[in-house]
């Protein structure tokens, strides 16, 4: 086990919708700055597991941010911490403009918006040509960058990603994933949830395995990759 600090720790959680569990038993780490992958077929349990560390849906088990309780704190101020979700569909105001979006990402950080705009904008130069476009009229590669700047704009310290790829040309997910692994170098620590299981794990420091609500392997990137079994099931289609 690494020494690293750990950012997010996750202990026995399980998730249910009603009486039935979702997620059962899962324990999972991230270290600061590096990113966690969690690979699986569909329905697997990966977004569910996602909605329940941010607090959405009640996560049975502990979870923990830098050592603090996450149940500590309500949805809402869980963003605050520094813990950002971008969710698989990206949700996304299409009415409003590129820029709109990016403000309404910063509504934790008042006072730093101008300056962290600009920011936004040096790390996606496409996004500042379309500043004053509507969200609804980009790209699904455009979409993503903004989801992914809107969530920067409040500084998260622990980003969850949720199939970031979903729907994307291959050259455009490899720029996605290359600016995941910038962020990372920023000393963002990622929590990064992938049907693509091949992409992901080149990039993850650790990666877990998950089926039917649980994980059935866990190791570095590399270890997972090289497990014959998981490349025969996960990443022979790509």
Known sequence: ????????????????YGLVPAVTDVSLV?????????????????????????GVLNLEGKASLFGQPLDKYPVEER?????????????LFSSMTVEENLLLGGYTQRGRSAST????????????ERR???????SGGERQMLAMGRAL????????LDEPSLGLAPLIVREILNIVVR?????????????????????????YVMENGRFILEGTGAEVSANPRIEAIYMGGH
């Open 153 to 160: 704009m409040s500084h998260p310290k622990v980003l969850l």
């Open 117 to 128: 705009i600009e920011g936004i904008y040096a790390d996606f130069p496409r996004l500042k």
């Open 183 to 207: 962020l990372k170098e920023a000393g963002v620590s990622i929590l990064l949830v992938e049907q693509n299981a091949r992409a992901a794990l080149k990039i993850a420091d650790t990666a």
């Open 30 to 54: 991230l270290a600061k700055g590096q990113i966690t992958t969690i690979i699986g077929a569909n329905g697997a349990g990966k977004s569910t597991l996602l909605n329940a560390i941010t």
């Open 79 to 91: 963003v605050g911490k520094g813990l950002v979700l971008i969710p698989e569909r990206r949700e």
């Open 1 to 16: 086990m690494s020494t690293t600090p750990l950012a997010l720790q996750v202990e026995n959680a399980t998730v249910r």
């Open 132 to 138: 004053k476009q509507g969200a609804g009229t980009l």
